[in-house]
């Protein structure tokens, strides 16, 4: 139908009677799926109502007066195919994907002539008239330079991986992969329309490429001990050797104690007093700035403070001691960025976590992250344990991270939450052929 429409010279648009008011007739037409390829594609418009004579000529924008409701998305739609405001072609195609998404579909209770409804994307909507379920990606298909096989059996997700992937060039899924919508639904964590970190579709730089799509829908307590280095210091490493002369100076005390007793008996002190506080002088000799660690991603179930993560991975440290660990100031659901010139997370995103995970309806899904290559740690929601992270774009300046469960029965990993972390975090892991994602 869209190459009809590219070839026709005019396309006449039949309208209802115009008796039962003309906004009606326009709106009925407006929320149907197919009309707006219909407008869009062809290269010249006018309409006929049914009870009239007369055919008027239309342009796209006073067709977009009369006809559509959804004002941002399809006026910038509007004007990109009049001229007016072009737009690059992935933004087009997803607002183009945006508007279809909102109109009513033949698969629709049949007398439904009610306002669009937001339908769900995993196709499990009820079809009761042998309709396409796929019905939307076919006619956002029209769209795309590439075409695919329409079939009945499938639902939006297959199709609308199959369309992307024979657009290899736009990599819709690709980067849906990499967001974080605001609402998911168990079949389908790789699927978005939204991003909790606001970014868009065209903002996503991806490092993946989708091969296939499975039958389900998918996309092919301990702290490790962490080896680290410190800052050195003179200091710290004189303060390190002291505790190792208690031993010697007792022994030496004990040997001259027979010739002089109060040499003798003072050593002994001196040893005994030193080998009390080496805890205290160890702890200050490896209390210096981390200028390297084990990269590690840690994954704890639960809010923990900077403090106990600390602690766990380098032990106790003086009161004084440099930060070993901080917030992320915008890499996750949490993240809130400290006010002033530093570039940090703020403490408060540690109180929000721990009372999200206290009460409300996340409550037992909060978790932490902890990366040692940045020194970094993460709160984030997940509905299940994530045990693999995944590389799969970049965006803004820092890199999109996937954290996937593990659904052994069906040899699938399941997409739980996405962190922007820094992106040479990346060259620390290992790369893997194929992976399928749900």
Not at 16 to 32: F, L, V
Not at 35 to 49: G, I, N, Q, R, V
Request: charged share 25%; with cysteine; net charge negative.
């Amino acid at each position: 139908m869209a190459d009809v429409y590219r070839g026709a010279e005019i396309t006449l648009i039949m309208l209802g009677k115009s008796a039962d008011g003309e906004d009606k007739c326009w709106k009925g037409w407006g929320e149907r799926l197919w009309t707006m390829p219909e407008a869009l594609l062809s290269p010249h418009l006018c309409y006929k109502f049914r009870d009239r004579e007369e055919v008027t000529p239309l342009s796209l924008l006073q067709l977009a007066n009369l006809a559509y409701t959804n004002h941002d998305t399809e006026q910038a739609i509007i004007n990109a195919y009049s001229g007016k405001d072009p737009l690059e072609r992935l933004e087009r195609l997803t607002l183009l994907k945006s508007a279809i998404w909102q109109r009513r579909t033949a698969a629709l209770a049949p007398g439904d002539s009610g306002p669009p409804q937001e339908l769900d994307m995993t196709g499990e909507e009820p079809v009761t008239n042998g309709a396409y379920k796929a019905e939307r990606v076919y006619a956002l298909m029209g769209f795309f330079e590439h075409r695919i096989q329409p079939d009945r059996l499938e639902d939006n997700l297959h199709a609308l991986v199959r369309l992307s992937m024979a657009n290899d060039n736009d990599r819709f899924v690709e980067r849906m992969v990499s967001m974080l919508p605001t609402t998911t639904t168990k079949e389908t964590r790789w699927y978005s329309d939204d991003d909790i970190y606001e970014a868009k579709l065209w903002d996503i730089v991806p490092e993946i490429q989708v091969a296939g799509v499975t039958a389900n829908g998918a996309l092919m307590e301990r702290f490790p001990e962490i080896t680290f280095v410190t800052t050195d210091s003179f200091k710290r490493i004189i303060i390190g050797f002291i505790p190792y002369l208690s031993w010697p100076i007792i022994i030496i005390g004990i040997g001259i104690n027979v010739i002089n007793g109060v040499g003798g008996i003072t050593l002994i002190v001196i040893g005994i007093i030193l080998l009390i506080i080496s805890p205290r002088l160890f702890i200050f000799s490896q209390s210096g700035r981390i200028v390297n660690a084990q990269p590690w991603l840690i994954g704890v179930k639960g809010v923990i403070s900077i403090e106990e993560a600390e602690r766990h991975l380098y032990g106790a440290t003086t009161k004084a001691h440099f930060p070993r660990m901080r917030l992320t100031p915008s890499g996750s659901e949490f993240s809130t960025p400290e006010r002033g010139t530093k570039r940090g997370g703020a403490l408060k995103q540690y109180e929000d976590a721990k009372l999200a995970d206290s009460s409300g309806p996340d409550a037992g899904h909060i978790y932490t992250l902890i990366d040692t290559c940045s020194s970094t740690m993460y709160y984030f929601r997940a509905e299940r344990p994530p045990t693999v992270c995944i590389f799969a774009g970049r965006e803004g300046g820092l890199g999109r991270f996937v954290l996937c469960s593990e659904r052994c029965q069906i040899n699938e990993l399941h997409k739980e939450s996405v962190l922007r972390m820094p992106t040479e975090i990346s060259e620390k892991m290992e790369l893997c052929g194929w992976v399928a994602l749900g």
